[in-house]
């Protein structure tokens, strides 16, 4: 972990302390919405993304406003970190008219073009296409944008992985893959499933560069992500970034863990990247007892608010059921 003044990587305190609300509200939002699932509000499949936060906030951080990222089924984090209003997510959720996606979308399909979050993918691996089909249109439209994919380290086993990675080196495209190393594909410990110990190496394949941080440092995941989108921006083309983190809830809601190893959650609540970067902002004098509590606070409010405005919210009209379904025609927004 980065203890040292100089590790602050020029964040001054307002913006290390954006880095920890963000990564406590997504925290505090989860844990919000697993309770709202078990309770039956929240409809549909539901995969957590507790454990994971630094690696959104981290990457989202080092991206403009402007710039653009997909997503995967465990995309609250992401949407979240991109902007999103966690009322708007928490409508969305609860199936209700004012969500990002008036209601239709639900937990996997969350998109928000309003601040470049294109999508949620139920499909696994089914988000990298869509970051080189962007990149193209990026490219094409000659802007200095970037886009960011997230993934799971199981999506790089899918045919879409090798795709999107060779046509994005091939042609130099302005794309970011995030691959999110959580250890799990669904019920399976990722090793039963694939040999390479680190999925950065893939990226050898490709001909691009790739390299593996640990993804519970939100400062390590912030300044390898700042640096190699510098490279992207100036046309050095794609790179494969690995940040290995841990799942610190079950596949989905509901998923009863019977294959976990035991001890092994217990060690890794010992790098929750929270916790972490929290005693990082107090070595650095960025995080007093009072500042924190009422950062708690404020998250904790914003959450309630969030639920009592979808729970207040109301369901979409049948008659709109075919709303945004089909499209005669398509737009390239600039
Ligand atoms: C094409 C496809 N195959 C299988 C599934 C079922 N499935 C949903 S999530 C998942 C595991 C994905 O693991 P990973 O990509 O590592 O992401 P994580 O869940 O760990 O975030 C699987 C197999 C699916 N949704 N899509």
Redo the contacts with the bound molecule.
Sequence with gaps: MLETLDERLGLDDEQLLGLYRRMLTIRTFEERVKYESSAGTVLGPT?LYIG?EAIAVGVCAALRPDDYITS???GHGHAIAKGCQPRRMMAELFGRETGVCHGRGGSMHIADFSVGMLGAN?????GIPLATGVGLAIQLKQSDQVIAGF??????N?GPFHEGLNMSAVWHLPVLFVC???????YTY?SQVMLVENVSERAAGYGIRGLTIDGNDVMAVYQAAREALEGIRRGDGPVLLECKTY?MEG?NVGDELYYRKPGEMEAWKQKDPIVRFRACLQTWGALSAAQEADITAEVQAEIEEAVAFAAASAYASIDTIYDDVFSSDYQVTP
């Design positions: 995969h994971e995967t089924h465990r139920a499909i696994v691996a089914g993934f799971g380290e199981s999506a790089s899918r999110e190393n959580n250890q799990f594909g669904q990722a799942r596949h």
